[in-house]
């Protein structure tokens, strides 16, 4: 009895170890204060005393490594795929104005945001998602290679002024010119950038 007793605890017990190994089959994870990024643009009425129109980008802001500068390995991290351009949460555009970057309509709305590296590696595109499917497929931004790509559109790229330790997106803009507008997309040795034609009146 004694030894039937035994190998039934010995028995529960493997069970209950085993079950620890194996975990749980859903977990959560995330930061407390993610750092992120914001660069916007808003145009202001002195007449109506109100904002008229406005768009901005929020992101987050991976950190530049030493070892992307090897040109092989950054080659193989961005020859032919999406990247999620940023870190945590999707990297978002807000629009309350129609826009034309590079010659192309981006309609009114909320779009997810990645960076297009074409296969043979000479030329770079703003990717566009559209947030309600990738939400209806319950997509992360780590997952962006799988979501599917409203449109494209072509960015330059250009020699870095410097090194950015972090990644930076601007909006530039001159006052004598309110409607022309550049995009610029900095990380380490990478800058990028695509000009935005804004139809505001005045």
């Known amino acids: 009895m004694k030894h039937k007793i035994a190998a039934t605890l010995l028995t529960f017990c493997m069970a209950v170890a085993a079950h620890a190994q194996q975990g749980p089959k859903i977990v959560a994870f995330g ?4 750092e992120r990024g ?52 999707w990297t978002l555009l807000d629009t309350n104005i129609p826009l034309k970057i590079a010659d192309k309509d981006v309609p009114v709305g909320l779009w997810y945001l990645g960076l297009h590296r074409s296969d043979d590696g000479a030329t770079w595109s703003l990717v566009f998602i559209d947030p309600v499917k990738a939400r209806n497929s319950h997509l992360d931004a780590f997952q ?19 090194i950015k330790e972090k990644l930076t997106i601007d909006l530039i803009y001159k006052q004598e010119n309110l409607k022309e507008v550049t995009l610029k997309i900095a990380w380490g040795k990478l800058q990028v950038t695509a000009p935005i034609q804004v139809p505001i009146k005045g």
């Open 31 to 34: 930061s407390d204060s993610p």
């Open 38 to 89: 914001t660069t916007r643009v808003a145009y202001w009425d002195n007449v109506k005393k109100a904002v008229i129109a406005e768009f901005a980008i929020n992101y987050g802001r991976p950190a530049w490594k030493k070892d992307y500068e090897d040109q092989a390995k950054f080659d193989t991290m961005t020859k032919g795929k999406v990247w999620r351009l940023g870190e945590n949460f």
């Open 144 to 162: 962006i290679g799988q979501a599917p790509i409203e449109f494209k559109v072509p960015m330059k790229a250009e020699q870095p002024g410097e």
